[in-house]
């Protein structure tokens, strides 16, 4: 069954910390690998996706195939980072979500 | 020059009426779809149409009824509204690729809240 899992509901941190947050899929096929971004009263957006290999507002994320991951990564938080982020393998399935916290 | 509207922004009304939410994309993309965005945040696919046809349809009760006019256009419609039709509604378009990087241009949302 196609999944996909970020096991941390609230991930708080301090501006300055490093951050990261968890993605575990299932997936039948090759997946795309995409992380969306919805900051508050925003809507969802494309924050950053496997193929492109980019880091956008300093985040990256790495496909780990043994171990069917695509953590996203950022060395120091800012605060305006805090927002909820979505893993997702293609289209139509996404995680359940993380909210990233950053406090001054 | 919003890429991807949808209409009404809010919506309140009384369980087992019916409502509609309406969506547009001015960005060429060929394919439109629904989400929906519960309480606790999850994100579920609702409906996919590609070329006004529709192509996902997900456990969804026959209450929702998508209704693609054209490509630019994907609207909701919703019988007999129940408590648990609360949420917030997404419209998105992309392009339709197979195994591309296609990004999903996502619309404000609608919240949606049945009293």
């Known amino acids: 069954a196609q999944r996909v899992t970020q096991p941390e509901k609230l991930l708080s941190v301090f501006k300055g910390a490093p951050v990261e947050l968890k993605c575990n899929y299932s997936?039948?096929?090759?997946?795309?690998l995409f992380w969306y971004v919805q900051y508050s009263r925003q809507r969802l957006q494309l924050l950053l996706r496997?193929?492109s290999r980019e880091s956008i507002k300093g985040f990256t994320a790495d496909l780990n195939k043994g171990e069917t991951s695509f953590h996203l990564k950022k060395p120091f938080a800012q605060e305006e980072d805090s927002a909820m982020y979505y893993c997702a393998p293609d289209k139509l399935i996404f995680g359940t979500g993380t909210r990233l916290q950053v406090f001054p | 020059d919003t890429a991807v509207s949808q209409t009404p922004k809010y919506l309140v009304t009384q369980m087992g009426n019916d409502k509609s939410i309406k969506c547009e994309q001015n960005l060429g993309h060929d394919t439109m779809y629904w989400y929906k965005q519960d309480s606790k945040k999850f994100l579920k696919i609702m409906f996919s149409?590609?070329?006004?046809?529709?192509?996902i349809n997900e456990t969804v009760p026959n209450r929702f009824s998508p209704k693609s006019p054209d490509k630019a256009h994907l609207n909701l419609h919703i019988n007999s509204l129940e408590l648990g039709d609360s949420a917030v509604y997404f419209c998105?378009?992309?392009?339709?690729?197979?195994?591309?990087?296609?990004?999903?241009?996502f619309g404000e949302g609608s919240r949606l809240t049945v009293l």
């Open positions: 997936y039948s096929g090759s997946p795309e």
């Open positions: 149409y590609n070329n006004k046809e529709l192509i």
């Open positions: 496997h193929i």
């Open positions: 998105a378009s992309s392009l339709w690729t197979s195994g591309g990087s296609g990004e999903l241009f």
